[in-house]
């Protein structure tokens, strides 16, 4: 028996763990439930369907851009097939002819523009030269009047009419100062000394 019991504990086996529906209670049966059909929402068949008709849009745009990018050659002109241009002369010129060109007349105008030109720039020349004449003048003419303002002369001496003058009385001189002699404390402080040391003697 005791070796029946060690070879029991040598091969130990753990019991499962027991759960509330284990314990007192019967075993619940849960409902079977529906299956769930497979339909796609809404949203999603949406984004599915914008991104198809982004894909067709895309490829219609590259069929129409391989469309207009196609070579086409063009057409040759009409006038690869006419004749070429020959002017026609006259037979016979009567006379001279004496062309009026308006380039000379505008040279004419250019050259009277020029000559104006010139003689208004000669004008404002000298008009400018006179006016930097005329401020120099008045600058030195000015330098000048401040030149004798800085040279001192002395002023005369004024002339007074003493005969005309009131008479001057001479100053009343002050009153005489009668020496008095003076108060000091000095007295009063060493007669209280010689009171004091008194008492203190006594």
Not at 57 to 86: C, D, G, I, V
Not at 108 to 127: H, N, P, V
Request: proline share 10%; hydrophobic share 30%.
């Amino acid at each position: 028996r005791e070796a029946e019991e060690e070879e029991k504990a040598r091969h130990f086996k753990a019991r499962p763990i027991m759960t509330s529906l284990d314990v007192g209670s019967p075993r619940l049966e849960l409902p079977e439930k529906p299956l769930t059909d497979p339909r796609t929402p809404a949203c999603l068949r949406r984004s599915l369907d914008f991104r198809m008709a982004f894909q067709e849009r895309l490829r219609e745009l590259e069929a129409e851009e391989a469309r207009t990018h196609a070579f086409h050659a063009r057409p040759l002109p009409k006038t690869t097939f006419e004749k070429a241009f020959s002017p026609k002369l006259p037979h016979r010129v009567a006379g001279s002819i004496d062309p009026q060109l308006a380039s000379d007349a505008r040279a004419l105008a250019r050259a009277e523009f020029d000559r104006r030109q010139r003689e208004r720039e000669l004008a404002m020349q000298q008009e400018k030269e006179a006016e930097e004449r005329l401020k120099l003048e008045e600058e030195e003419r000015s330098i000048k009047e401040y030149r004798k303002t800085l040279v001192h002369k002395a002023r005369p001496v004024p002339q007074y009419d003493w005969s005309r003058a009131a008479p001057v009385e001479p100053p009343t001189p002050p009153p005489l100062t009668h020496p008095e002699s003076p108060v000091f404390a000095t007295d009063q402080r060493l007669g209280r000394r010689d009171e004091v040391l008194n008492e203190l003697l006594e």
